[in-house]
């Protein structure tokens, strides 16, 4: 059973551009959420979507966009990139409904430069 | 001030050692608990939930205290796989799903 799987697990980016990172949930679950982690500090919630569609938002600017697909697969879309955005993007993924465990992937390391 | 604030360490301990983790929340709708543990550029991974009446997992004891907001965690015995940074994790009533985390310490038991 595969777990969570991130891709790409590296991504390297200039300002001002723009980018798409993909997620692919635990086999069951139907929820994914976004996390941003800069480095020394924990994860930051950017988002969570659920039936296709975002059911909670962090303290995150417009710039930061997402999408689920039918197969409960997720895209983390970030616009007009800052060197800020430069940190591990994680996902998780849980099951909507009873207290699930969380499930985090691998990440996304991006580098704005 | 931040909704979960932890002591950033490091704590440098040896083999065998207690070592104690303290966590505040500021949140009082804070509904659900958790420590994690993250390894060096690896994912966070749950290490237990965190319950009022206080709960062990083997060589580690996790405890809540609502009234003062403060959650702790007890290693007992360390192990040099022990090291990694261990991050405090709350959700609000509502909203199960979202993990407000803390900023983490970071242990390192030594030979």
């Known amino acids: 059973d595969a777990g969570v799987t991130q891709s790409p697990t590296h991504l390297i980016k200039t300002r001002g551009q723009q980018v798409t990172l993909r997620c692919s949930p635990k086999?069951?679950?139907?929820?994914v959420s976004w996390y941003q982690q800069a480095l020394g500090q924990g994860p930051q919630f950017i988002f969570q979507?659920?039936?296709?569609?975002?059911?909670q938002r962090g303290n995150f600017p417009d710039r930061f966009s997402g999408h689920q697909f039918p197969n409960y697969s997720s895209e983390l879309n970030v616009n007009a990139l800052l060197l800020g955005d430069s940190a591990l993007y994680l996902c998780?993924?849980?099951?909507?409904?009873?207290?699930?465990?969380?499930?985090f992937g691998q990440g996304t390391r991006l580098t704005v430069v | 001030r931040k909704e979960v604030e932890q002591d950033p360490g490091p704590f440098n301990v040896p083999e065998g050692a207690t070592v104690a983790f303290n966590c505040t929340y500021s949140?009082?709708?804070?509904?659900?608990f958790f420590w994690y543990r993250q390894d060096c550029r690896k994912e966070p991974k749950l290490l237990m939930s965190?319950?009022?009446s206080g709960n062990e997992d083997g060589r580690f004891t996790a405890q809540l205290n609502r009234a003062s907001q403060y959650i702790s965690l007890l290693i007992r015995d360390s192990k040099l796989s022990d090291s990694a940074t261990y991050l405090c994790?709350?959700?609000?009533?509502?909203?199960?799903?979202?993990?407000?985390f803390g900023s983490g310490t970071q242990l390192t038991v030594l030979p």
């Open positions: 994790v709350v959700t609000r009533t509502g909203s199960a799903r979202q993990l407000t």
């Open positions: 998780a993924s849980s099951l909507q409904g009873g207290n699930t465990e969380a499930f």
């Open positions: 086999s069951g679950h139907d929820t």
């Open positions: 965190v319950y009022s």
């Open positions: 949140n009082s709708a804070s509904q659900s």
């Open positions: 979507y659920y039936e296709e569609e975002e059911r």
